[in-house]
Antibody
């Protein structure tokens, strides 16, 4: 069964850096877009950005451009979400998900279990 | 904040039908396919509907989707207690060159 497995929960202080991961057990990693979705406590889903590991083409939501970095390592079928300086407001659950079709506008059809990031002094 | 507007909550008795609206604009729903996601409490979202009205394998036909102009609708018929969840619409926004989700709707089975 194809799965996306995310790294474990993190507790960080404001100003610290962080990189969370998402590993794809399937064999379509370099031929599928993979992205990240934020869900703040008690709030809705927010589309953050996506990457095409085959050529590293990356698209960001304007709301997250410059705030995070999305990357991928196709040699190990892993995608990453990175912060250089965390804020308390980055506290949220972060989901990775793969896109079902060849276009960035196609829907997320396979989701990871989520990584809870808590930022607190 | 989201640019796709959904009602905060809908409710109905078991066996009844509910509909959830998703209102957008020409830059998103008006010119792109709409998807719907179900998020059960404490779990990751799951794709329910894609390309406005198509169901992935394994999704029962109690779930239906439609689109007209700049709005989309999710229907859930034969409501079951297991359908209690948050539901989100999603689409691409051509102006933002990014995906967007709706504000989310909580479905309660009375």
């Amino acid at each position: 069964e194809v799965q996306l497995v995310q790294s474990g929960a993190e507790v960080k202080k404001p100003g610290e850096s962080l990189k969370i991961s998402c590993k794809d057990s399937g064999n379509r990693f370099t031929r599928s877009w993979i992205g990240w979705v934020r869900q703040m406590p008690g709030k809705g889903l927010e589309w953050m950005g996506i990457i095409y590991p085959g050529d590293s083409d990356t698209r960001y939501s304007p709301s997250f451009q410059g705030q995070v970095t999305i990357s991928a390592d196709k040699s190990i079928s892993a995608a990453y979400l990175q912060w250089n300086s965390l804020k308390v407001s980055d506290t949220a659950m972060y989901y990775c998900a793969t896109i079902s079709g060849p276009y960035p506008g196609d829907p997320f059809n396979l989701w990871g279990q989520g990584t809870l990031v808590t930022v607190s002094s | 904040q989201s640019i796709l507007t959904q009602p905060p909550s809908v409710s109905a008795a078991p066996g009844q039908k509910v509909t959830i609206s998703c209102s957008g604009s020409t830059s998103n729903i008006g010119n792109n396919h709409v998807s719907w996601f179900q998020q059960l409490p404490g779990t990751a979202p799951k794709l329910l509907i894609y390309e406005n009205s198509e169901r992935p394998s394994g999704i029962p036909d109690r779930f239906s989707g439609s689109k007209s102009g700049t709005s989309a609708t999710l229907g859930i018929s034969g409501l079951q207690t297991g359908d209690e969840a948050d539901y989100y619409c999603g689409t691409w926004d051509s102006s933002l060159s990014a995906g967007v989700f709706g504000t989310g709707t909580k479905v309660t089975v009375l």
